[in-house]
Antibody, heavy 122, light 110 residues
Framework: QVQLQESGPGLVKPSQTLSLNCSVS??????????WTWIRQSAGKGLEWIGR???????EYNPSLKSRVTISLDSSWNQFSLKLTSVTAADTAMYYC??????????????WGRGTLVTVSS | QSVMTQPPSLSGTPGQRITISCSGT????????VYWYQQVPGTAPKLLIY???LRPSGVSDRFSASKSGTSASLAIRGLRFEDEAEYFC???????????FGGGTKLTVL
């Protein structure tokens, strides 16, 4: 069973950089046709796709966030990370990491982390 | 404002059949697979439907989905109190490009 776990600061000051990690267990981030993804959800609002990275390290980002986002793989720790620069209060949200599968058996976000709440405030 | 449109809320009674609609465009629902996710309050979303109408292993057959043109719908039959949750539709959008979601429908079981 694949498990994902987000980690990182719960409080970030405005204009600073939000950094989160997602540890993956039960599978290697370098196997299978998967995309490792970050999604966020503001209080009382819907889901917003931030971006994803494939097993070869090729990343794609939501155009609305592209200028501020970097997603990368950390093979030594079997995890992937999110960096979001120049944050404002609008970036306050629950941040989820998820696996976006593209296999013959299943596609879509089949495994999710529990989420981590990040608040942007001075 | 979400790329795909869902009714903000719906309610039903135990045993009832309800449907949740999701309206999109030709750049997402019209040419890409639709996914449905269930989010119980305080938990992460869970994949309910993939590739328009397929259920992952372990998902009850009370859940079904369909798609026509640029609209999709999720049906839940034999409604139960445990179905009370928020439901999101999702798809890839070629015009973005990227994954997009509906605004979510909060289902209340009365």
């Amino acid at each position: 069973q694949v498990q994902l776990q987000e980690s990182g600061p719960g409080l970030v000051k405005p204009s600073q950089t939000l950094s989160l990690n997602c540890s993956v267990s039960g599978d290697s981030i370098h196997t299978g046709p998967f995309y490792w993804t970050w999604i966020r959800q503001s209080a009382g609002k819907g889901l917003e796709w931030i971006g994803r990275i494939d097993i070869n390290g090729n990343a794609e980002y939501n155009p609305s966030l592209k200028s501020r986002v970097t997603i990368s793989l950390d093979s030594s720790w079997n995890q992937f990370s999110l960096k979001l620069t120049s944050v404002t209060a609008a970036d306050t949200a629950m941040y989820y990491c998820a696996r976006d599968a593209n296999t013959a058996l299943i596609t879509g976000f089949d495994f999710w982390g529990r989420g981590t709440l990040v608040t942007v405030s001075s | 404002q979400s790329v795909m449109t869902q009714p903000p809320s719906l309610s039903g009674t135990p045993g009832q059949r309800i449907t949740i609609s999701c309206s999109g465009t030709w750049s997402n629902i019209g040419r890409k697979f639709v996914y449905w996710y269930q989010q119980v309050p305080g938990t992460a979303p869970k994949l309910l439907i993939y590739k328009d109408n397929l259920r992952p292993s372990g998902v009850s057959d009370r859940f079904s989905a369909s798609k026509s043109g640029t609209s999709a719908s999720l049906a839940i039959r034999g409604l139960r109190f445990e179905d009370e949750a928020e439901y999101f539709c999702g798809a890839w959008d070629d015009s973005l490009p990227g994954r997009v979601f509906g605004g979510g429908t909060k289902l209340t079981v009365l």
